[in-house]
């Protein structure tokens, strides 16, 4: 029997004198919509054919673990929440599932499958390979399957955008190159060009402005750390780089509804500590506001888009005391004024 879950969401408005500064100094509030396994975090979300699906990770611990299996929610208004599938595969730790819509017009899911030596302690990391699920007509998702990286090696390709056909990804498996990827059938990927970022880049994504622009959000670990948004135009193999003033974690964006501002979920790397947030720039990625969601701790990783005037957001945070799944709705009058 398929759980449903009532959210009770509180809605008020940011105060003016915060919505004026960088910074706002009021946290927008969220509702914990799931929260079954031990630590459930790095969250993704989509519309599709009427619901909205929110894709996250049920594991043991944020990292290692071998026992990592994904779960999807599904809802029609963000205030009813409803069980709708669960993605393992024995021996994998199934992590970051993403979702997206391919061509045909199927749902696929796409995660990270990192694969552990148990025995040792601590848990040592063997290897780690793109998995890829499909739903079909019976609403139903395949068992996880090996993705075809020409790369072959470690292997991780954290997020998919569709554009003209191709699905485009960043693989960064090898911990110090970032590779731009394309698929057409969401299983097998090829190599596009390497990007010029160093200090370790990794989680990435990819958006597609009304021109067919490329617009791809880096995150770095070494160096100075801060985030790198990449530009560049068809067929995609050289980009303009704009090194950024803040550090990005988990990152996902999309643009505003006029096309001139982009919206960032992110971890935010506060002197209190780390927070989830939501930062609104411009097309180069200059900070206009930020947004601070409720939460801290072990946080972030948004799924966002826009529905009925409002941003909705998915992402995890531990700030009650437990690693859980958060959702919320942000009016855009509010965000953007």
């Known amino acids: 029997m398929k759980q449903l879950i ?3 969401l509180v809605s008020f408005l940011i105060p003016r004198s915060a919505a004026q500064t960088t910074t706002s100094e009021a946290v927008w509030p969220a509702t914990e919509i799931s929260s079954y396994a031990h630590h459930n975090a790095f969250t993704d979300l989509l ?3 009427g619901y909205v699906y929110c894709s996250f990770r ?20 963000g205030n009813i929440w409803e069980d709708f599938a669960t993605l393992h595969k024995e021996g994998i730790d199934l992590r970051d599932q993403k979702l997206s819509v391919m061509p045909d017009g199927r749902m696929l899911c796409l995660m990270g499958g990192s694969v552990y030596d148990t ?28 993705a075809v990286v020409e790369n072959a090696g470690n292997n991780w390709i ?10 485009y990804g960043i ?9 731009l990827v394309k698929t057409t059938d969401g299983k097998t990927f090829k190599k596009v060009t390497e990007l010029n970022i160093d200090g370790a880049p990794n989680e990435s994504t990819i958006r597609f402005d009304a021109r ?5 959000l880096v995150r770095r670990e070494q160096g100075d750390k801060m985030g790198v948004l990449a530009t560049g135009t068809a067929p995609f193999t050289s980009f303009n780089y704009q090194k950024l003033d803040y550090r990005v974690g988990g990152p ?9 501002k982009l919206l960032i979920g992110t971890r935010l790397y506060l002197p209190s500590g780390e927070k989830t947030g939501i930062r609104v720039t411009d097309l180069n990625g200059k900070l206009i506001k930020t947004l601070t969601l409720e939460s801290g701790g072990d946080c972030s990783y948004p799924g966002m888009l826009i529905k009925n005037k409002q941003l909705w957001v998915s992402y995890y945070s531990s700030h009650a005391g437990k690693t859980a799944i958060y959702f919320t709705k942000i009016p855009l009058s509010d965000l953007l004024k």
């Open 119 to 146: 025995t040792k302690k601590p848990s040592k990391l063997l290897g780690m390979y793109p998995q890829v699920s499909f739903m079909g007509r019976d609403m139903k998702f395949t068992t996880p399957e090996k």
């Open 212 to 216: 067919g622009k490329m617009y791809i």
């Open 47 to 49: 519309e599709y054919k």
């Open 6 to 8: 009532a959210l009770a």
């Open 171 to 179: 693989d960064y498996g090898n911990g110090i190159k970032a590779l």
């Open 252 to 260: 996902d964006f999309i643009f505003s509804p006029d096309g001139r």
């Open 58 to 77: 049920e594991g043991s611990r944020h990292v290692p673990g071998s026992n990592g299996v994904g779960r999807i929610l599904r809802t029609k208004d």
């Open 158 to 167: 954290w997020r998919l955008t569709w554009y003209k056909g191709a699905g």
